[in-house]
């Protein structure tokens, strides 16, 4: 896959997981500024469905397009990450 297809790819991701975050009427939580698609735009509204209960490991992996040991790298790093500083649901 060339760098643009997974780019496409992504930003497709992006609007799957934003229309995730829309059904479960709570699109107003995310930050404006996190509401245009960029890569890590699209990790955070990954990880806001993940700690949500929208999605599971398995879209994580699907909509990041990752491996397993690197959504398990993810997962440690989100887990610090609102430990220290909370997150879009708090």
């Known amino acids: 896959m060339t760098p643009e297809e997974r780019a496409v790819q992504l930003e497709g991701h992006f609007w799957q997981v934003r229309s995730i975050i829309e059904a479960e009427e709570m699109w107003e939580r995310v930050p404006e500024w996190a509401r245009e698609f960029s890569p890590e735009n699209l990790e955070g509204l990954v990880?806001?469905?993940?700690?949500?209960?929208?999605?599971?490991?398995?879209?994580?992996?699907?909509?990041?397009?990752?491996?397993?040991?690197?959504?398990?790298q993810l997962l440690v790093k989100w887990y610090e990450e609102v430990r220290e500083q909370g997150c879009w649901l708090c």
């Open 47 to 72: 990880k806001f469905a993940y700690f949500g209960g929208f999605i599971d490991m398995a879209g994580v992996r699907r909509l990041l397009a990752v491996d397993q040991p690197t959504a398990r």
